[in-house]
Nanobody
Framework: QVQLVESGGGLVQAGGSLRLSCAAS????????MGWFRQAPGKEREFVAA????????YYADSVKGRFIISRDNAKNTVYLQMNSLKPEDTAVYYC?????????????????WGQGTQVTVSS
């Protein structure tokens, strides 16, 4: 069982930056691949980024590639999402998720555990 708690969301102007954190409970954090997803009002939850168990492999949605960076610190049981050059279309609730399979998966149903989400709002 893994419990995930996101933090770091907020209101930022376009072009600004935010760093989201996702703290995980449990001693097996390093055996989970981690992902970030987002969901805007009236839209489906969409993949943002994923990182492998060790942090050595990452994968990004085209919409955030070159602007967002996913990373993890297994000693702190935490995964991060550094978001730069934010755009109004990045506005959404951001969720972190854990997968027991060490693959960089992009579909929500492929993840086993979810956090409660943190709101990110980018003003124009």
């Amino acid at each position: 069982q893994v419990q995930l708690v996101e933090s770091g969301g907020g209101l930022v102007q376009a072009g600004g930056s935010l760093r989201l954190s996702c703290a995980a409970s449990g001693r097996t954090f390093s055996t989970y691949a981690m992902g970030w997803f987002r969901q805007a009002p009236g839209k489906e939850r969409e993949f943002v980024a994923a990182v492998s168990w060790s942090g050595g492999r990452t994968y990004y949605a085209d919409s955030v590639k070159g602007r967002f960076i996913i990373s993890r610190d297994n000693a702190k049981n935490t995964v991060y999402l550094q978001m730069n050059s934010l755009k109004p279309e990045d506005t959404a609730v951001y969720y972190c998720a854990a997968s027991s399979v060490n693959l960089l998966r992009t579909r929500p149903r492929e993840y086993d555990y979810w956090g409660q989400g943190t709101q990110v709002t980018v003003s124009s």
